[in-house]
């Protein structure tokens, strides 16, 4: 499991920047209990199994504000 703390982005976002494919939002919400919950604009700290992760970020703990400069 990877950890990434979210800096604002929704869990699509999230797919679009870590995830194999971008249509893992749903499944990233899924796996943080959150459902359909909206996060965009909020801080959150999720786990990701990694291999549902980009090579790059798979085993990591990963602050999406350092990767996307928000």
Do not use: C, H, R
Request: glycine share 12%.
């Amino acid at each position: 499991m990877s950890v990434i703390i979210t800096g604002g982005q929704s869990f699509a976002d999230v797919a679009a920047l870590v995830a194999l494919d971008p249509a893992y939002g749903p499944a990233i919400a899924a796996n943080s209990n959150m459902g359909v919950n909206d996060i965009t604009g909020k801080k959150f700290y999720i786990t990701i199994p990694d291999n549902w992760l980009k090579p790059e970020y798979a085993g990591k703990n990963i602050t999406l504000s350092d990767v996307t400069g928000g």
